[in-house]
Structure formats: C-alpha cells, structure tokens
Nanobody, 129 residues
Framework: SVQLMQSGGGSVEAGGTLRLTCRGS??????????VAWFRQSPGKKREGVAGIDQSGQTYYADSVKGRFTVSQDSDLQNVILEMRDLKPEDTGIYTCAAKMYSCRLWVVGEDGSGFQTWGQGTQVTVSS
C-alpha cells in the first residue's frame, strides 16, 4: 500500500510565505511512485495541478505559480516540500499532494489529477488581502 500524509499550510497575509510537506509511506511506495504533485481547489473552481517533482528531481510548475513556488524532495520522494512565496489571495484553497506511477513529464501541469493513484488528506491555505 501507499499512504500520503500532509503537514503545514495555514493562514498568511498577501506577500507572505507558507510551506507544505507531503510524507509518503507504505511497503509499495518505492515500486509504485515515480511522481509526486500538488493540486489545489477553491470553491467554485475545479481542482488544478500547481507543481510536481519526479524521482529524478525534475520539477514542473503551473504558469500561475512559476517564480513563486518551489517543490523539492528528499528520501526518494518520501518527503516532498512545497514552499510558497509571495502568496496572493487567489492562491487560497485546499492543497493536496498526490502520487502516481510514471514520470511527471507525462502529466500536463494544470490538469485535475486524473491518473494519480494515491492522495493526501488536504490542507487549507488561506491568503488574506
């Protein structure tokens, strides 16, 4: 099995910084997971991908967060961190990490996560103007 557990997030004023962590575990993790990505969803909007990282360390970002968000890893994707800088009110939403087989390069950033096998529990991020 594969499990993902999130921590971090919270509330911050516009221009601030927050960090999210996704920790993976399970006896099938190394075999099954080649890509870990972050998605977000706000009321009235569909879920969208914002960032991803391959087992190789390659990273991927949605245009809306490029230059502000940084995704990194250690322990072969078992610890993935999303650092969110210069946060804007439109970044507000529930952020969820997800894992899948095959490289993130086969995933189009911004899609809703179809094909991701395992999901974390979700974490609220609130940015006040």
């Amino acid at each position: 099995s594969v499990q993902l557990m999130q921590s971090g997030g919270g509330s911050v004023e516009a221009g601030g910084t927050l960090r999210l962590t996704c920790r993976g575990s399970g006896d099938s993790f190394d075999f099954s997971v080649d890509c870990v990505a972050w998605f977000r969803q706000s009321p009235g909007k569909k879920r969208e991908g914002v960032a991803g990282i391959d087992q190789s360390g390659q990273t991927y970002y949605a245009d809306s967060v490029k230059g502000r968000f940084t995704v990194s890893q250690d322990s072969d994707l078992q610890n993935v961190i999303l650092e969110m800088r210069d946060l804007k009110p439109e970044d507000t939403g529930i952020y969820t990490c997800a894992a899948k087989m095959y490289s993130c390069r086969l995933w189009v950033v911004g899609e809703d996560g179809s094909g991701f096998q395992t999901w974390g529990q979700g974490t609220q991020v609130t940015v006040s103007s």
